[in-house]
């Protein structure tokens, strides 16, 4: 997780633990002392570092680390990927997530994603078929889920997510994604060059790609991937309707005029109005 495995328990202030103890003492090589509570957000970024460049002497430069982090901090970009931490499994999440991306993709954190379908808890099909669609479009894609002890009393908030295990239905929406995902891997590698050499973010808000279109200013839920896909999700709680329809939703999309637009699925030219 890169970030002292010392955690709060019941009989800790949280105030005075968050992780490590904040007033823990670090000293230098060269005799300097700080407090853990201005080093530990920098001891993730250090030890991806670390680990990177290790893995980079070990096999004589010739093979490229792939090194992925949850504790990080300014330049991690440069060592490795990132994931957002344990996040619930509930729709806010979903949401929560392409925020979460947009903001650090625009602060030069461009390589992350987040738990499909959540961390926590236990999905329905409906919340698993809505994460695994939207995490097509992260830049890092997985699965990650929790596994409480089994005398935990979290134990009995736990199901097992392989998809082998989940209903016909999204087992087939996995398959679909990750199809999908794999489809547009030389649209992606060419993202992750620019991003490398410019600096680009992968996923990013369409203010940065139309920033003279006052109109997508407020826009939070969609987001370019890259600079020629627009992607709308599905987000929110389905209504009735449309878990009567599976899982079928209505949309709303802003498609800025200053460019033309086609449908992806059915190749239709949308043209310049939205939808």
């Not at 002292?4 to 800790?12: E, G, H, K, L, Y």
């Not at 954190?109 to 738990?115: A, K, L, P, Y």
């Not at 929406?173 to 620019?194: C, G, K, N, P, W």
Request: proline fraction near 6%; include cysteine; hydrophobic fraction near 35%.
């Amino acid at each position: 997780m890169n970030e002292p495995s010392v955690f709060v328990d019941s009989s800790t202030h949280e105030l005075d633990q968050r992780g490590m103890p904040v007033h823990n003492i670090h000293v230098t090589v060269s005799g300097q002392q700080f407090l853990h509570m201005y080093v530990h957000n920098a001891y993730g970024q250090l030890q991806q570092r670390a680990t990177y460049k290790g893995l980079l002497a070990r096999d004589h430069g010739q093979t490229r680390p792939f090194v992925l982090t949850r504790s990080f901090f300014f330049g991690q970009q440069k060592w490795g990927a990132m994931w957002t931490g344990d996040s619930q499994t509930n729709y806010d999440n979903v949401l929560l997530s392409v925020n979460q991306l947009l903001t650090l993709g625009v602060s030069g954190v461009v390589f992350g994603g987040c738990d499909l379908p959540g961390f926590y808890g236990i999905p329905s099909d409906d919340l698993f078929i809505q994460f695994y669609q939207l995490g097509v479009f992260y830049p890092f894609m997985r699965a990650h889920n929790n596994i409480p002890p089994t005398d935990s009393d979290n134990f009995n908030n736990f199901a097992d997510r392989e998809p082998w295990l989940q209903s016909e239905r999204v087992q087939n929406v996995i398959r679909d994604s990750i199809y999908q995902r794999y489809a547009f891997m030389h649209y992606l590698y060419t993202a992750f060059f620019e991003s490398n050499q410019f600096g680009y973010p992968i996923i990013r808000p369409l203010w940065y790609e139309f920033p003279t279109d006052t109109n997508t200013f407020g826009i939070s839920t969609q987001f370019m991937w890259g600079d020629s896909i627009l992607v709308a999700p599905k987000l929110g709680e389905p209504e009735t309707l449309s878990i009567a329809m599976n899982g079928i939703y209505s949309l709303s999309v802003y498609l800025p005029p200053s460019s033309d637009w086609y449908y992806y699925y059915n190749k239709q030219v949308l043209g310049t109005k939205s939808y």
